[in-house]
């Protein structure tokens, strides 16, 4: 049975058989009736928008059929129940569990209990692999992902888009430069981490630093939650803000991706510009998870 | 004779039991805590702590009466005291003495320092450690835990 926890978990040749796969269906050449007769359940324990539909919809265009669990308020989880037997019950119920939950290593222990797939579809300030492979697979489809030197800017510590990202990349012997606001910057064992797969990581306190020397420049939002009040999180959201006069800074072949959904740290001036690929990552989600449902059930 | 007075041995020999020998000055308590013997237990236990020692400096020495260390019990000590020699003895002789090597893992041998992780929770999800080159990675969360370890013990 195969899981989909962590791009720990996954070698450079898995990470490019499932962006091949994905390449594949992108260009419409795939079995619409794969996962016909299978049914996938969504267990969603904190908000998404894009990571349920995509989901949903790479299901619907396999030939499968979802089924929500729905608000956390409204299931057993409200009545007190662990997040163990819920898996246990509903792997009865469906052919592979996706699941989005506030706790680090989630995944990892419903995959100990589960008798189907489990993908993780982000746990706590953890891992969120799908979202990782249609990072990879966006940069891919402008520049070869061999030796890139990306920014990761924003939320750096708690933003789990950015620890996935730089682990995979590594796999590909990316340099890594970082900026984050004051007391967000990449946790120390992330930074060890990539050090020991050979990945450097060199911090700048400002994009204007670094922006020149960038193929990829990878945005994150500031989240709000994670501030006590307004002031404090407005005073740190507004630190950075990437404008068209910056991006004119930049090489011309540099892209500008974000996990989404932003709120003021892209201008929407920069919707327009040809570096501006985060709506195309966007759409790209449902042909990697198409591939990641094809994976893990096919 | 030396200047501070006559040598003698600081804890008796023991005749059935465990000796754990050059484990790293200052660590022989957390020794103990990470093979789960503590003062609710009931093993009879000798320590002695920075005691000179020709081939280390200083160095500690923990005997355990009684007790056998198992192979799992034995590498755990070597997270503490790389170091560390194991002697098992049968009527006072020394049956066999061996090194310590790094397990693979650790099973509730360490809690997660991460208050976000699902092994803190109450899941049934029991610690799990897996020992990398530079310390402990929480099999979970993936949280490195890379000095003090001791401070982790269950």
């Given amino acids: ?298 | 004779m030396t200047p501070e007075g006559p040598q003698g041995l600081l804890i008796r020999p023991i005749r059935h039991g465990t000796v754990i020998d050059h484990i790293t000055a200052g660590q022989a308590l957390n020794v103990l805590r990470i093979l789960g013997i503590t003062g609710t237990t009931t093993e009879e236990v000798s320590v002695a702590t920075n005691v000179a020692s020709g081939r280390v400096g200083r160095k500690d020495i923990v005997k355990i009466e009684n007790r056998e260390l198992r192979k799992e019990e034995v590498d755990r000590i070597a997270l503490l005291a790389p170091n560390a020699t194991i002697n098992i003895i049968r009527e006072f002789t020394v049956i066999e003495k061996k090194g310590v090597e790094h397990p693979h893992e650790l099973l509730g041998v360490v809690r997660c320092p991460n208050p976000g992780c699902i092994s803190n929770t109450a899941e049934p999800a029991r610690s799990r450690f897996i020992v990398v080159p530079n310390g402990l990675r929480c099999h979970y969360c993936d949280w490195l835990i890379s000095k003090e370890i001791a401070a982790h013990i269950l």
């Fill in chain 1, 1 to 298: 049975m195969r899981h989909i926890i962590s791009v720990r978990d996954m070698d450079r040749r898995a990470i490019d058989e499932l962006l091949d796969r994905a390449a594949e269906i992108e260009a419409r050449r795939y079995d619409p009736n794969l996962l016909r007769g299978k049914i996938l359940g969504l267990f969603f324990f904190e908000p998404s928008t894009r990571t349920r539909m995509s989901f949903e919809s790479a299901m619907a265009r396999l030939g499968g059929v979802s089924l929500n669990m729905g608000s956390v308020e409204a299931s057993s989880v409200a009545k007190g129940e662990t997040l163990a037997d819920t898996i246990r019950v509903v792997s009865g119920y469906v052919d592979a569990i996706v699941l989005r939950h506030p706790k680090e290593g989630a995944a990892r222990l419903a995959s100990e209990f589960a008798s189907v797939p489990v993908i993780n579809a982000g746990d706590g300030a953890g891992q969120h692999p799908s979202q990782t492979l249609l990072d990879l697979y966006t940069i891919r489809k402008s520049m070869p992902l061999d030796g890139l030197r990306i920014g990761l800017l924003g939320d750096l510590r708690y933003g789990r888009t950015t620890h996935s990202l730089a682990i995979a990349l590594s796999l590909y012997g990316a340099e890594i430069a970082a900026v984050a606001p004051k007391g967000l910057e990449l946790p120390s064992g992330i930074v060890q981490e990539l050090a020991d797969r050979g990945t450097s990581v060199t911090e700048y306190s400002a994009v204007e630093d670094v922006i020149a020397d960038l193929d990829v420049l990878y945005v994150t939002r500031i989240q709000r939650e994670r501030f006590p009040d307004m002031a404090s999180y407005l005073d740190v959201a507004s630190s950075y803000r990437i404008t068209p006069e910056l991006v004119g800074l930049a090489r011309p072949h540099m892209i500008v991706l974000h996990p989404l959904p932003r709120i003021d740290e892209i201008d929407p001036r920069v919707d327009a510009l040809p570096n501006a690929k985060y709506f195309e990552q966007a759409h790209h989600g449902v042909s990697v998870r198409m591939a990641m449902l094809g994976e893990v059930m096919g």
